[in-house]
C-alpha cells in the first residue's frame, strides 16, 4: 500500500523567510510519480511539479526549489524568500505510474498549512 | 496549461434533493477523471474513479447508488449526490487525468475549483 506523510501540520513564517515543507513515503512500485499541489483558501488544487522515481534530479522553479531523495523516500519542497501569496495548504502526493493498473489514483499526504505573515 | 472546470461552485440544496456537479476538462481530452471529498482542513477523499464509456469504480465505503457518476464523453464527467442529507455537505473536487507520450510520458492530474455543498 501507498503511503505519504507531511508530518509539518502547520508551519508559520516571516515574509522572506525560506521556508521547506517535508513529505516521506512509502511504496512497493519501482516506478511512481511525485506531486506537490497547492491548495489557497479559495479551494482549487494548483499543480506545481509532477517527479518521475527514475529522475532524482532535483528542481528548481523560480522561488520554488524540490529536492528528490529516493534513499531516505522524501521529496521535500523549499520555497524560498517568501511572500503572502505563498499562504496556502501544501499537498503532497504519490501515484503509480502508468500502465501499472493503479490507474493513477493519487495517495494525498494530510497537507502543510503555511502562513506567511508580514 | 491545462484547465478544468467544475459547475456549480456552490450549492444550497434541501433535504432529499439531488444535485449534479459537472466536471470539464477544457483544453484537453480525458480518458478519466477522479471524484474527491474534502472534510474541512482535511485532506482528500478519493469518492471514485470515472472512466469515459465505462462504469465508474467506487473507493471502498463509497455508495455507487448515492454517488451516481457518468462519464459520457472524453471532456465531461458528472457526479450527481442523490436524495442528499446534511451529512452530505461537503467540498467536493474533480480531476482530469491528462496523459499523452508527446516528448516522453505526461500523467498528471489537474483539478476543478471544486463545489461546496450544503444540505439543509
Known amino acids: 500500500a501507498q503511503k505519504v506523510t507531511q508530518a509539518q501540520t502547520e508551519i508559520s513564517v516571516v515574509e522572506k523567510e525560506d521556508v521547506t515543507l517535508d513529505c516521506v513515503y512509502e511504496?512497493?512500485?519501482?516506478?511512481?510519480?511525485l506531486f506537490w499541489y497547492k491548495q489557497p483558501p479559495s479551494g482549487e488544487l494548483v499543480f506545481l511539479i509532477r517527479r518521475n522515481s527514475f529522475d532524482e534530479q532535483n528542481e528548481i522553479s523560480g522561488r520554488y526549489s524540490w529536492n528528490f531523495q529516493k534513499s531516505t523516500s522524501s521529496f521535500n519542497f523549499t520555497i524560498t524568500a517568501s511572500q503572502v501569496v505563498d499562504s496556502a495548504v501544501y499537498f503532497c502526493a504519490l501515484s503509480e505510474a502508468p500502465f501499472t493498473g493503479g490507474g493513477n489514483k493519487l495517495t494525498f499526504g494530510t497537507g502543510t498549512q503555511l502562513k506567511v505573515e508580514l | 496549461g491545462a484547465v478544468v472546470s467544475q459547475h456549480p461552485s456552490r450549492v444550497i440544496c434541501k433535504s432529499g434533493t439531488s444535485v449534479k456537479i459537472e466536471c470539464r476538462s477544457l483544453?484537453?481530452?480525458?480518458?478519466?477523471m477522479f471524484w474527491y471529498r474534502q472534510f474541512p482542513k482535511q485532506s482528500l477523499m478519493l469518492m471514485a474513479t470515472s472512466n469515459e464509456g465505462s462504469k465508474a469504480t467506487y473507493e471502498q465505503g463509497v455508495e455507487k447508488d448515492k454517488f451516481l457518476i457518468n462519464h459520457a464523453s472524453l471532456t465531461l464527467s458528472t457526479l450527481t449526490v442523490t436524495s442528499a442529507h446534511p451529512e452530505d455537505s461537503s467540498f467536493y473536487i474533480c480531476s482530469a487525468r491528462d496523459w499523452r507520450e508527446a516528448g516522453g510520458i505526461q500523467d498528471t492530474q489537474y483539478f476543478g475549483p471544486g463545489t461546496r455543498l450544503t444540505v439543509l
Open positions: 483544453d484537453f481530452q480525458a480518458t478519466t
Open positions: 511504496t512497493r512500485d519501482t516506478t511512481y510519480y
